[in-house]
């Protein structure tokens, strides 16, 4: 296995011709046909998938951005280690692999292994939350909300307020938890009620925005003078090391590696979607401290699966290896947050309300600013996804209303920004492919007084936007679709 170098060469490459433009540091190898289907098809699919994004079939995409999740490209090295897995229920060699990555890149020398992100999430929460506990993070991500819930604990969010939450900022750190806000929340309650402070990297739910290392030295400082757990939701880590390398100044020669270790060596406690993080598919939970792993050891055979698996192919574990050690290769993990950053710039040129700084894993586009004369309630964000698949055959991801829940009176929580996130999976797509989604939302933004609301027709009571049904509360789909056609002619 080729390791990547310890020092930290450049990964931005100058055009003599001035253009600033990201540069593709791979070469593709193997390729996926793609659809490019007609506007007429566009229209009746969405139709077919009730204006949820989720429930369209890639026989109708042309850009898949609905998310970075088991949907990076795999290196020539990881597929190459697929085919050496050791089939064992127990004991196999692959999983003492990935322990020695996870020991190598993460610092931790116990390793569960689970078959995604959320399943950390679950057997966690089993393990700390209890009715009546309160929860301190940065900021929810969907599937750790629900669990905390489903355990009868109570979620509080710190982030500053109110820089994280505004649109266009020049915020380096929007992911940073509030010091004050935490103190006042364990003065309020008492430690004992809190079982675990968690941090997210690259604050998923806001835009991918990071949180410093200077920030995470303070929240352990205070989580140490209570006694309180901390723990780091490592999923999107390798960006928040690559924006803590360029935007934090003690870090700046520091490379990633170092960075990740530096992070982790804070958290007791780490977990990860490996669907994410090492561009495979799986999950972990890693400490040091065999208390902790022993008490969560249980919950993962009752779970998962026996503990040198969990639940997760051995094939994808030897993946998860290769790819654990290339996430600290500075021209590998900079690929998204490079292209994202082209993206967003480019967008804002149009005149596009767009998240900034931008973030890691994908653009997020303010529907709420774009949409002003669609109500709250009628999902800005939702509406906006489907918009686009109209108009370019891009899935995007709806982070807003639809992505909340309702409260005890059956009311949706309103989401605190109405966002459509164009998630980059790592080094998939081409600057062509990028220019055209450019293209293809600059027109829908020019035609925004086009687009309506959408209500719910069938709604789960829980992670409703998977599999919810939604309708039109006008014939505006059909309208956006005719204007297309009247602005591109024959055109795909
Ligand atoms: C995706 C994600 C999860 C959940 O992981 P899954 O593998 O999808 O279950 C948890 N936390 C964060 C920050 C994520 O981005």
């Known amino acids: 296995m080729q390791k990547p170098s310890p020092a930290s060469p450049a990964t931005k490459v100058k055009f003599f011709s001035g253009e600033d433009l990201p540069l593709e540091l791979h070469k593709v190898r193997v390729v996926q046909k793609l659809h490019l289907v007609p506007v007429e098809r566009r229209l009746a699919a969405i139709t077919e998938a009730s204006f949820n994004?989720?429930?369209?079939?890639t026989r109708d995409i042309y850009l898949d951005m609905l998310t970075d999740s088991g949907v990076n490209a795999m290196s020539d090295n990881q597929t190459a280690a697929m085919h050496r897995a050791d089939d064992a229920y127990a004991g196999s060699q692959s999983f003492t692999r990935l322990r020695d990555a996870v020991e190598e890149v993460l610092g931790k020398k116990y390793l569960l292994p689970v078959h995604q992100g959320r399943a950390a999430e679950n057997v966690i929460s089993r393990a700390f939350v209890k009715p009546g506990s309160i929860l301190?993070?940065?900021?929810?991500?969907?599937?750790?909300?629900?669990?905390?819930?489903?355990?009868?604990?109570?979620?509080?969010?710190?982030?500053?307020?109110?820089?994280?939450?505004?649109?266009?900022?020049?915020?380096?750190?929007?992911?940073?938890?509030?010091?004050?806000?935490?103190?006042?929340?364990?003065?309020?309650?008492?430690p004992a009620q809190i079982p675990f402070i968690r941090m997210e990297a690259s604050t998923n739910l806001i835009g991918g925005q990071p949180f410093s290392i200077a920030n995470l030295r303070e929240v352990r400082r205070v989580a140490d003078k209570h006694g309180i757990l901390l723990v780091l939701d490592a999923s999107l880590i390798g960006e928040n090391c690559y924006f803590i390398k360029k935007r934090e100044p003690e870090f700046k020669d520091a490379s990633v590696g170092e960075i990740l270790k530096v992070m982790c060596d804070l958290c007791p406690l780490v977990y990860f979607s490996a669907r994410k993080l090492s561009s495979s598919r799986g999950g972990g939970?890693?400490?040091?401290?065999?208390?902790?792993?022993?008490?969560?050891?249980?919950?993962?055979?009752?779970?998962?699966?026996?503990?040198?698996?969990?639940?997760?192919s051995v094939r994808e574990i030897e993946s998860m290896t290769v790819g654990l050690h290339e996430t600290t290769d500075e021209t590998v993990i900079s690929q998204?947050?490079?292209?994202?950053?082209?993206?967003?710039?480019?967008?804002?040129?149009?005149?596009?309300?767009?998240?900034?700084?931008?973030?890691?894993?994908?653009?997020?586009i303010d529907a709420g600013g774009i949409l002003p004369h669609v109500p709250r309630e009628e999902y800005q964000a939702g509406a906006f996804a489907a918009a686009l698949y109209i108009a370019g055959a891009i899935r995007g991801m709806e982070r807003g209303t639809v992505s909340s829940v309702r409260d005890e009176n059956g009311k949706d929580v309103l989401a605190d920004i109405e966002l459509l996130r164009l998630a980059f999976p790592r080094r998939v797509f081409t600057l062509s492919q990028t220019r055209y989604a450019l293209d293809r939302l600059h027109w829908l933004y020019l035609n925004r007084g086009l687009i309506g609301g959408l209500k719910f027709v069938e709604e789960p009571p829980v992670l409703r936007f998977f599999n919810g049904r939604l309708a039109p509360t006008s014939d505006w789909p059909q309208k956006l679709a005719a204007k297309f056609r009247e602005d591109f002619g024959d055109s795909l």
Request: charge should be negative; charged fraction near 15%; hydrophobic fraction near 40%.
């Open 136 to 190: 301190p993070m940065n900021y929810h991500f969907t599937t750790t909300l629900a669990h905390i819930m489903e355990n009868g604990g109570k979620v509080v969010e710190l982030l500053h307020y109110p820089d994280a939450l505004q649109i266009s900022s020049t915020n380096p750190f929007k992911g940073n938890m509030d010091i004050a806000a935490l103190e006042a929340l364990i003065a309020r309650h008492g």
């Open 285 to 312: 939970i890693c400490t040091n401290d065999k208390a902790i792993y022993d008490k969560l050891k249980n919950l993962v055979v009752l779970f998962e699966g026996f503990v040198t698996y969990g639940g997760i």
């Open 53 to 57: 994004t989720y429930q369209l079939s």
């Open 336 to 364: 998204s947050p490079s292209f994202i950053e082209y993206f967003v710039n480019e967008a804002v040129k149009r005149g596009v309300p767009m998240v900034t700084p931008p973030g890691g894993l994908g653009a997020h």
